[in-house]
């Protein structure tokens, strides 16, 4: 079974803190995906890697920033959290046009 | 007009019943969709990949209309355990699924 963690399931920061969202996924998967996901507007794409090193700008990628240094590990950067990224974050793999797995989440709350 | 649009419920139905949810996108060049089920608080599984000739899982069927722009998903003897929100997802891309079009998600709630 594929399986995709995230470094932590709940997370309370404060503003202007630089915040970690780390993703690792176990499946050799090219693809990896940073979501983020609301009441009433749903899953938002942010950033998403195709290969080690290349990004592209998802959606929503302001305030954010990502790094794949190596194929298993995808992680998403605040610079300064502020208030309105307080969310659900998901991170998601897939191969191809095959299905994407998600992890489990990070509920980040910035007070 | 919204990319993808569902109905967002809730839809309460009895333990037994039949419910059908229907699924509308804007892109005629849409080339795969998806149904997945995200229960509360949980992340998103991938319930049914849908095929133009249509595709049955148990008791779940999902169709494709491509000529009216909509797949629709029919959920027959409905348990307590299919209450979740069922999300629509459309990929407008051929030969890779990078970006993906997510509904807002359906909400089911089945009662005993």
Redesign the interface.
């Known amino acids: 079974d594929v399986k995709v963690t995230q470094s932590s399931r709940y997370l309370v920061k404060r503003t202007g803190e630089k915040v970690f969202l780390e993703c690792v996924q176990d499946m050799d998967h090219e693809n990896m995906f940073w979501y983020r996901q609301d009441p009433g507007l749903g899953l938002r794409l942010i950033y998403f890697s195709y290969d080690v090193k290349m990004k592209e700008k998802g959606d929503i990628p302001e305030g954010y920033s990502v790094s794949r240094e190596k194929k298993e590990r995808f992680s998403l950067i605040l610079e300064s959290a502020s208030t309105n990224q307080t969310s659900m974050y998901l991170c998601a793999s897939s191969e191809g046009v095959h299905e994407q797995f998600f992890g489990p989440g990070t509920r980040l709350t910035v007070l | 007009r919204k990319e993808v649009e569902q109905d967002p419920g809730p839809f309460n139905v009895p333990e037994g019943a039949t419910v059908a949810f229907n699924c509308t996108y804007s892109n005629s060049a849409s080339q795969?969709f998806?149904w997945y089920r995200q229960d509360c608080r949980?992340?998103?599984?991938?319930l049914m990949?849908v095929y133009s000739s249509g595709n049955e899982d148990g008791r779940f069927t999902a169709q494709l209309n491509r000529a009216s722009q909509y797949i629709s998903l029919l959920i027959r003897d409905s348990k307590l355990s299919d209450s979740a929100t069922y999300?629509c997802v459309v990929?407008p891309n051929a030969?890779?699924?990078?970006?993906?079009i997510?509904?807002?998600?359906t909400s089911l709630a089945v009662n005993p």
């Open positions: 795969s998806f949980k992340e998103p599984k991938l990949s999300l990929n030969g890779n699924n990078r970006k993906l997510w509904g807002l998600g």
